[in-house]
């Protein structure tokens, strides 16, 4: 037996539970399915638990639910603190519920549009729905979440333009029906829509980062286009229940920066488009504290209520 398999036999009789709050083919699932599987490959016992629905707050829910003994995970991005400053009822406290155990990836949001949509540009597509008010609209992963909440800063705060919202449960879904053609922006990952972008099934407009994407370098910033103060970022994070102890938390910890730094992990990752982040649990900490001031900003700005 592997030393990262020996405390995980030890503290769980049962194999390790990583909850995914969203549907499979999301990114956080993407990314949880990649952990469990390199962690399992390493001596563990270790699989996914997908519990989607409620913009992720039923399988966050569940992991405040579990026992605090290092036998369930869950990955959270930042939708995971932008339903506590949206105001949501939520059956737990953001982030006093859980304790932090390691950020994991980072990438940055994109604007793309539905190929048929006539904009080339940033910048033409927000002479095409200034001369359209109310026709053109944006799909997200559900009301509340964080593409919703960049959509209507970008869109109607920054950009004052009439385009409407149409929430879906999840990516998948939003991402699908903007493919289809059914709604014509997207405000989402990189990693998610690439493959779609290189397909030609989506027309990417502008990265929402600070710098151009290595696999699309003629794309620019927003910035670039003339659209600064929008920087918005993906990450995905793993917390555990509050309450566990801490020798466990460590544990979990080790397991997971030793295997986020193999060459085959980090070389997958950014074939998907992310960066590897993984680093201190103070670090992430710090990082929840800092997102959930910024999105309580965001939303105080936009006045959006929840539903």
Not at 8 to 21: F, G, K, M
Not at 114 to 122: K, L, Q
Request: charged share 20%; net charge neutral.
């Amino acid at each position: 037996m592997s030393a990262i398999a020996q405390p995980v036999r030890a503290e769980c009789p049962q194999a390790v539970r990583i909850i995914v709050s969203y549907p499979p083919g999301s990114a956080d699932d993407v990314i949880a399915r990649l952990l469990a599987q390199k962690l399992s490959e390493a001596g563990g016992r270790f699989y996914v638990e997908n519990l989607p629905g409620a913009g992720g707050m039923i399988g966050t829910a569940a992991a405040a639910r579990a026992l605090p003994d290092g036998c369930t995970m869950v990955i959270v991005n930042q939708n995971f603190v932008v339903q506590s400053a949206v105001g949501e009822k939520l059956s737990y406290q953001v982030p006093d519920s859980f304790v932090p155990v390691t950020l994991l990836v980072a990438a940055p949001e994109t604007i793309s549009v539905n190929p048929a949509v006539p904009a080339t540009s940033i910048r033409e597509l927000v002479e095409l729905v200034k001369a359209n008010p109310g026709k053109y609209n944006y799909a997200s992963p559900g009301h509340g979440s964080s593409p919703h909440l960049a959509s209507e800063r970008l869109f109607r705060q920054t950009l004052g333009l009439d385009v409407v919202h149409v929430p879906f449960q999840g990516g998948p879904p939003a991402v699908t029906s903007t493919v289809a053609g059914h709604t014509q922006i997207l405000h989402l990952t990189l990693p998610i829509v690439a493959p779609l972008v290189r397909d030609g099934r989506l027309r990417l407009l502008a990265v929402a980062g600070k710098t151009r994407a290595a696999e699309f370098p003629d794309v620019p910033t927003l910035e670039e286009a003339g659209i600064p103060d929008h920087e918005v970022g993906f990450w995905n994070g793993i917390i555990l229940p509050g309450g566990t102890p801490d020798d466990m938390i460590d544990t979990r910890h080790r397991q997971i920066e030793h295997v986020m730094a193999l060459p085959a992990i980090r070389d997958r990752l950014a074939t998907l488009g992310y960066t590897p982040v993984n680093g201190t649990r103070n670090a992430f900490a710090v990082q929840l504290q800092s997102e959930l001031g910024k999105w309580k900003a965001i939303v105080r700005d936009g006045h959006v209520k929840p539903e």
